[in-house]
């Protein structure tokens, strides 16, 4: 039985019998090499190291338990057997594993004798053999936690005493853990408060700094009004000593005064020569009085503080109330001059100017003065741009002229009308009549004059076609049809007069020349052009707003790629526009207006205040301010330094049928400054143009 059981590869525990001679294959391998031969049948030779010898030891120890954990495994499931039982034939299986074998055959699996479920019998030995495999094995594998609960819970044989030993190093060891963790806390509490201190010291140097920037403005603007204090009290002195000698000359006593004088009036000669002596002590005593007066105004003059009435004008107040109202904004502006003042001045010597202002306070000087002179927007005129024969009222683009003599605005009713200005702000009256009026064959979406001549203007219609008019013979001088879409803008360059750019639907900017009949340059971009603009300094960098997001910046020298890329927009750039050749502004569906720097290509500012979220509201600016519309019929001035509005103007409709109508319905369409001036000129969707002064 023991053959066939080996035969049939049954791994019963047992121990192999060594082999008494080796075997052909051994035999000719031992003749091959002669070495492993003698190696094979020689001990451990007395020069081998102890650490060979245990690693030898080792590897027959892992080699040997290798072999009796195959010998433990269950010839069907090939798993460590799971409740052992013998059979009659002396194999050891998994109880289930043998029973459900047993269900559908009659055979041992091993060595096919007859076997059946009455010839089953428990191996005690075995699972208790098994039992402790299992506990080296979850030695081997689980974790410390899992082997203590292991030991802990099959552990009966353990005593209280061995317990309490146990439990004494558990609590020992959870005691190191605990002061471990409070350790780690407190060295993680210590970081924290060491990067607070030094985040607060650079708070406190900062602050430090900002005082002592206010320090030295405070003492600046202190001589400055003292300065002129005395030079008002100089001109003072002067005006009065002008006007004392009149009086003077009445404190000398004339001849009919006296008395006693029997002579005429015209008889003062003959008394003046006759008492020259007299007439210059007069005189003298006069100077002593003059001069006497004088000393006592230069001793007024010399005092350190000059008298700080209190001031009740209507204009100063109200001026403080809008200093508090955009008190954050004006401090934030103040600080980042401030400091980049004195960050050019380190790297720079920078001088003072006359008034001893650093070049920081100076600016904000500038722009304090600026912001708080205009407090609201004033209407000085109004016109309605609809007729009878049109019902389509939305004005896209109003613009002026070279001179500011003229106006002109364009829309979806077809028309290009001028206005002369002047005469629409100097006779109020319900209907004005455009001085020129000219048709076009589509709904027009922008204006450009052309900056050199007075007489040319450009436009942009929904059918892509850039046309060049001359509003003196109401003619159309050049018409460009290359665009395959809607042109959506259209603006002549400040330097080169003969140089205009468009942009489109079909995703093209392309550069005209009023001397030739096709495009000199196009620019292929991946989305719709929503708006270009000429830097006002060169013809050659251009600004195209997209509905991408962002705002490409371009060399006409080198269009194949921009200079720069603007992202900050949330959605489409309806409007670009220069305040000045290295200021940007932008509008976007996103309700923000945009600042940037392009000669740093750096964002400067966000405006926050109108809504705009489908439509083209207009952007117009000057030197100071940005203006534009909302879709909340409303228009919105900002300081290019201050973040929030400025001032603003609701439109009302002043006719009964309109009345009804939700204000909501209605928007600002477009804008245009009054160039360097504070005045505006804004319509919206109804066709309304009103003309608007930002007053005190």
């Given at each position: ?217 405070i003492n600046s603007v202190e001589r400055h009004r003292l300065d002129l204090y005395r030079t008002k009290e100089r ?14 000359s009445k404190m000398w006593p004339s001849p009919m005064d006296k008395p006693s004088s029997l002579f005429l009036p ?405 804008v245009c400054w009054k160039s360097d001036s504070p005045t505006m000129l804004t319509a919206n969707s109804q066709g ?9």
């Amino acid at each position: 039985m023991g053959d066939s059981s080996v035969a049939a590869g049954a791994l019963v525990p047992s121990v192999p019998k060594p082999d008494s001679a080796p075997s052909g294959g051994d035999a000719a391998q031992a003749q091959h090499h002669p070495s492993l031969a003698e190696d094979a049948g020689a001990s451990p030779s007395p020069s081998s190291s102890p650490r060979q010898q245990q690693d030898e030891e080792d590897g027959d120890g892992a080699e040997a338990a290798a072999a009796a954990d195959r010998e433990l495994l269950c010839p069907i499931c090939m798993a460590l057997i799971k409740d052992a039982f013998l059979t009659a034939c002396g194999h050891s299986f998994c109880y289930m594993c043998i029973v459900t074998h047993l269900t559908h055959k009659s055979d041992c699996p091993c060595c096919s004798n007859y076997l059946t479920k009455a010839q089953l019998y428990p191996n005690f030995l075995l699972d208790k053999v098994l039992k402790k495999m299992s506990a080296r094995q979850v030695a081997k594998t689980a974790s410390p936690i899992e082997q203590l609960r292991h030991v802990v819970q099959q552990g009966n044989d353990m005593s209280v005493k061995e317990l309490d030993s146990l439990m004494t190093l558990i609590a020992e060891k959870k005691r190191q853990m605990e002061q471990q963790e409070s350790e780690t806390n407190m060295q993680i509490l210590l970081v924290f408060l060491h990067c607070l201190r030094k985040q607060k010291l650079d708070e406190l140097n900062e602050i430090q700094t900002d005082l002592q920037y206010i320090k030295d403005d405070i003492n600046s603007v202190e001589r400055h009004r003292l300065d002129l204090y005395r030079t008002k009290e100089r001109y003072s002195m002067k005006l009065r000593m002008l006007l004392d000698e009149p009086a003077a000359s009445k404190m000398w006593p004339s001849p009919m005064d006296k008395p006693s004088s029997l002579f005429l009036p015209n008889s003062r000669a003959p008394l003046n020569a006759s008492s020259p002596g007299g007439l210059n002590n007069r005189k003298l005593d006069l100077r002593g009085q003059v001069s006497h007066q004088g000393y006592q105004r230069r001793d007024a003059l010399a005092c350190p503080d000059p008298p700080s009435p209190p001031i009740h004008s209507s204009n100063v107040v109200a001026r403080k109330r809008r200093v508090q109202a955009q008190f954050n904004e004006l401090q934030e502006y103040y600080l980042q001059r401030r400091r980049t003042g004195a960050q050019s001045r380190r790297q720079e010597d920078v001088t003072m100017n006359r008034e001893g202002y650093h070049e920081g306070l100076e600016d904000f000087q500038s722009v304090l003065t600026t912001f708080t002179r205009y407090s609201r927007l004033r209407v000085i005129a109004e016109l309605r741009h609809g007729d009878l024969f049109h019902t389509a009222n939305i004005v896209s683009s109003i613009e002026f002229d070279r001179d500011d003599e003229l106006f002109a605005t364009a829309g979806v009713s077809k028309r290009i009308k001028v206005f002369e200005f002047s005469t629409v702000v100097n006779e109020p009256s319900d209907v004005h009549c455009p001085v020129v009026e000219m048709a076009t064959r589509s709904k027009l979406s922008c204006l450009s004059w052309n900056k050199y001549s007075k007489n040319i203007i450009a436009s942009s219609d929904y059918e892509g076609i850039v046309t060049v008019w001359d509003v003196q013979t109401r003619q159309s001088v050049m018409e460009y049809e290359e665009h395959e879409k809607r042109a959506w803008s259209v603006d002549f360059s400040r330097t080169e007069p003969s140089m205009l750019v468009s942009g489109s639907d079909d995703c093209k900017v392309k550069v005209w020349c009023t001397k030739q009949e096709a495009s000199a340059i196009n620019i292929d971009m991946k989305a719709n052009i929503c708006s270009v603009k000429y830097n006002p300094g060169s013809s050659y960098y251009v600004a195209v707003g997209s509905a991408d997001h962002h705002i490409h910046y371009f060399d006409l020298r080198n269009p194949s790629a921009p200079l720069h890329v603007f992202g900050g927009h949330k959605k489409a750039v309806s409007y670009v526009k220069f305040l000045s050749n290295n200021e940007l502004a932008s509008a976007s569906t996103d309700s923000t207006l945009r600042l940037w720097d392009v000669k740093d290509n750096c964002p400067v500012r966000t405006f926050r205040g109108h809504k705009n979220e489908k439509n083209f509201v207009g952007l117009s600016v000057n030197n100071e301010y940005i203006a534009c519309g909302s879709e909340t019929n409303e228009v919105f001035v900002y300081h290019k330094a201050i973040s929030k509005p400025a001032s603003s103007h609701r439109f009302v409709s002043s006719d009964l049928d309109d009345a009804d109508d939700d204000p909501g319905s209605y928007f600002i369409s477009a804008v245009c400054w009054k160039s360097d001036s504070p005045t505006m000129l804004t319509a919206n969707s109804q066709g309304t143009i009103k003309v608007l002064v930002l007053a005190p």
